[in-house]
């Protein structure tokens, strides 16, 4: 029986490199994208040997349009791919009026662009198979304006919107999407954003992180939240969200912004 491939971005380190160890001890062959190409093989020699995969590394920096078409047409066109991990992203440094240019830029290009872009290339070709399944990698923090990463929670609202609408177009013809969404978790990615976080509360192992986020998508749940630990709050969450849309009259302003 062949088995499908999976293509992970930000397979290099962190939650897409424990992601990669996991889909290949399922017997996977991998694809794995990121900009660091050593690091990429190291792992990739590593999974070959312990779980007699096939793994392709695919180096390639995603807020890049000549690498991003690269793997976008890797999606379209290589029918053996039936599932991508749509990981890869940056974090934030400061407050939003510290925010550059550039800063901006390249977290949106990367946490938003990329990400749709890829999950766009690949979803076409998923429908017309009539299976599938696309993880986008969100974050609690877009949950939480409070938590004052204003911009990186933002990119992270949209990744959790992206994929509620895209599971609404998708589920039904046989595509399963999943939003995950972490809590603070013990990557590179504090480092890599200058964040200290030698005095913050204890975060989540990264292996801990992946397996439960596995048991949400084994399940088959749109939304996983691994930290969160009451298991009515979401569902609570989400039909207060919908008991609102049923409040919505579009062709009547609400009486309280009424002043005659
Ligand atoms: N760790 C947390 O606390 C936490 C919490 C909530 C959500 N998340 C989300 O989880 C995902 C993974 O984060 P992580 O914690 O595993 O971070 P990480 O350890 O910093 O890893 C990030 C990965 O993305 C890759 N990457 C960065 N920039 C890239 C680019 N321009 N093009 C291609 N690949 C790029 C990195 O590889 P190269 O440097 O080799 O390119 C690396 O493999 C992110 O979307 C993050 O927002 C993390």
């Known amino acids: 029986m062949s088995v499908s491939t999976v293509l992970i971005t930000g397979a290099s380190t962190g939650i897409g490199a424990i992601y990669a160890d996991r889909f290949a001890r399922r ?9 660091d190409e050593a690091r990429l093989e190291a792992l990739a020699a590593r999974l070959r040997q312990a779980y007699s995969v096939n793994v392709d590394v695919l180096p390639a920096d995603l807020t890049q349009a000549d690498n ?7 999606l379209q066109e ?7 991990i749509n990981n890869a992203g940056i974090a934030q440094t400061g407050q939003f009026i510290e ?31 009539g299976k599938g399944a696309i993880v986008n990698v969100s974050s609690v923090v877009g949950l939480a304006p409070e938590y004052q990463m204003t ?19 998708l589920s039904s013809k046989g595509i399963y999407v999943q939003a995950l969404l972490p809590a603070g978790t013990y990557t590179e990615i504090w480092e890599r954003a200058g964040i200290d976080i ?34 009515t709050s979401w569902p609570n969450f989400d039909a207060s969200r ?19």
Not at 78 to 84: C, V
Not at 205 to 221: P, T
Not at 245 to 260: Q, W
């Open 27 to 35: 017997g996977h062959d991998l694809v794995l994208v990121a900009r």
């Open 68 to 74: 991003l078409e690269v793997v976008e047409k890797r």
């Open 78 to 84: 290589d029918a053996r791919i039936d599932t991508l």
């Open 99 to 129: 925010q550059t240019p550039e800063s901006i830029g390249k977290l949106i290009a990367l946490n938003v662009t990329a990400l749709t872009r890829l999950a766009s290339a690949v979803a076409p070709r998923l429908v017309k198979e």
């Open 151 to 169: 911009v990186y929670g933002a990119t992270k609202a949209f990744v959790l919107f992206l994929s509620q609408g895209m599971h609404q177009e």
């Open 198 to 231: 030698s005095n913050s509360s204890p975060m989540m192992e990264v292996n801990e992180l992946v397996d439960a986020a596995l048991v949400g998508f084994d399940r088959r749940e749109p939304v996983t939240i691994p930290p969160l630990h009451n298991d």
């Open 242 to 260: 919908q008991a609102l849309l049923a409040h919505i009259k579009m062709s009547e302003a609400a009486v309280r912004y009424k002043t005659a």
